[in-house]
């Protein structure tokens, strides 16, 4: 029997840098936000798929199902990232899967051969991938089921950045893991 796995779209966070809009339905190249990191995602190569936000209907969520996300709602996603990443790792223990890739809604340029070469490394049986730019690592990260544990533990806006530093390394370029902070940040990619 084949690996299963999940990807866990997080789309809880508050925001507070962004202003009182909605930083996910905001307008990004004549689309929300919201909806380029859920179509850039090869949901076919995952068993579940996730979308983890902070409250029922969303302004992107028609467009998150249409993509095969579920909807995992986060009541405490004011605590900050890491209780995004514990409710996903929830998710994918209760599914009893092999692995999880966790990635972030408001990261719109990150290319469907990005995540692709992510499980190609993971399955060449490195138990945790990351992306990086030079030193810096970050998510999109997959991590083998025997950190879902760890994953669970998360809090705070830390989220999983003790396991992402074990991963290994998918290099990519710069603009790919652009986030999406401020008003400033989406004017300037644009």
Known sequence: MGRRLGVALLAAGSSRRFGDKDKLSTEFRGRQL??????????KLFDRAW???SGPDHLCENHWRARRFEPLINLRSAEGRGTSVALAAMAAQEAQLDGLLIALAD????????????????DASAPITVSAIGEARMPP????????????????????RVLVA????????????ADIDTPEALLALS
């Open 141 to 160: 990260a997959l991590f083998a089921s025997r950190y879902f544990k760890d994953l669970e533990n998360s809090s705070g806006d830390q989220g999983a």
């Open 34 to 43: 919201g909806e380029y990191a859920a179509d850039a995602i090869p949901t």
């Open 107 to 122: 990261m719109p340029l990150v290319p469907p051969s990005h995540f692709k070469a992510l499980i190609e490394e993971w």
């Open 166 to 177: 074990q991963g290994e390394v998918v290099p990519c370029p710069p603009e790919w893991l």
């Open 51 to 53: 979308v983890v936000t």
